[in-house]
């Protein structure tokens, strides 16, 4: 085994112990301190840096079967993270590597070496595999090109348009000529950034009006691409703006996923059968293998300062269900991240 002369004997790490009922509360979790274990015969142990907290999380904490497991009680719970290797015992890592892996919410991690993937500091910031390069961006770059079938000349509009997917959605639809890009977002700081820093057309805040007002004075020949990470009344009123043959990636519905009764919108499906739209759900992990051509893309964009992007961090793994409740209520720029330390 390569290591260095002492591993740490505990860490910590966050475990649910309650399953939130609407909006989770910090007396769901707890922070608890638990024994390392060594790496065993092709495992590694890796020392995170930087850990994701994610919309999809919330859905992970209720007791249902979905597309992941959910999170179990009194166990640690689980997450992107980007780390560095302090001991190996498998081949072709050693410690100083610096990788990304699902074992978040945690100072250290045990894991088998092939569930981890080695990252670049010298080629990106750590924080951007979790984020603008990472499962969030993959996210952006397929569910608009592949599952939307954009093409250059759609006017698209996205929504939560300010945060980790949106952001790059907006900016990636105008580098590949799209007539028009519009964001909604839940503040007018965010709606400045859309249109100052990453050059929307026009951006509106969702909470300061009629949304398919806004949205239509934003997008006065209407819009042939939707790209849904809010669902409900937006959802709505993207319907009623969408051209025909108009497309919907449905990406999130995030407006739901604390709610306790369902929604009331949309109320206007019926709008697809003349219009003739398409409203496709997708799963990222489904798009895998649009992986190194949206990493060569994208990081080509970042370098020559087409593309830009935020992030909002969070210091401290005890902040991390801080920084996960904040990320719920719109405390984030870009993609949220809790940062542990070099
Ligand atoms: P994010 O946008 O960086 O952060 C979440 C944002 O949602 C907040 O900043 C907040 O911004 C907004 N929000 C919260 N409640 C809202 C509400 N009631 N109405 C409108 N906006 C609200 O998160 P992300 O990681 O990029 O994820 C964005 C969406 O994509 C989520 O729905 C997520 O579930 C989905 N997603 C799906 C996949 C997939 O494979 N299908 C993969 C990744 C992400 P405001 O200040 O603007 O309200």
């Known amino acids: 085994m390569s290591s260095p002369d002492t591993l740490p004997a505990t860490g910590r790490e966050w475990h649910l112990i309650a399953r939130p009922q609407g909006w989770p509360t910090p007396g769901d979790f707890a922070l608890r301190e638990r024994p390392v274990a060594a790496p065993d015969d092709g495992q590694i142990l890796v020392r995170n840096l930087h850990l994701s907290v994610d919309p999809y999380m919330r859905g992970r904490m209720n007791d249902v079967k979905s597309y992941v497991p959910p999170f179990q009680l009194d166990e640690p719970m689980g997450g992107g993270a980007v780390g560095v290797v302090i001991a190996s015992k498998a081949e072709g890592f050693v410690p100083g590597d610096h990788v990304l892996h699902d074992l978040g919410w945690r100072e250290y991690a045990t894991l088998r ?81 859309l249109t100052e820093e990453y ?74 059968i003349g219009k003739q739209l398409r409203l496709q759900g997708m799963l990222v992990l489904d798009h895998a293998d649009l992986m190194p051509q949206f990493f060569e893309e994208v990081s080509a964009w970042i370098r020559s300062g087409e593309l830009r992007y935020r992030e909002t961090v969070v210091e401290g793994v005890g902040n991390t269900v801080d920084a996960f409740l904040g990320m719920l209520k719109g405390e984030n720029t870009g993609k949220m991240i809790v940062s542990l330390g070099d």
């Open 113 to 193: 070496a092939r569930h981890a993937t080695k990252v670049s500091a010298e080629m990106a910031p750590l924080t951007t595999y979790l984020g603008v390069l990472g499962m969030p961006g993959l996210t952006a770059y397929a569910g608009l090109l592949e599952v939307a079938s954009f093409k250059e000349g759609d006017a698209v509009f996205v929504s939560g348009a300010a945060g980790a997917v949106g952001s790059e959605v907006g900016q990636i639809a105008r580098l590949k000529g799209a007539s028009r890009v519009i964001g909604s977002a839940g503040s007018d700081e965010k709606v400045r950034v």
């Open 199 to 272: 050059g929307f057309d026009a951006a509106f805040n969702y909470k300061s009006g009629s949304l398919t007002g806004q949205l239509k004075e934003a997008a006065p020949d209407g819009i042939d691409v939707y790209f849904d990470n809010v669902g409900g009344d937006h959802l709505e009123a993207a319907i009623n703006v969408l051209n025909v043959h108009g497309r919907a990636t449905i990406c999130g519905m995030i407006s739901q996923y604390n709610a306790t009764e369902p929604p009331a919108a949309p109320r206007n499906l019926a709008m697809l």
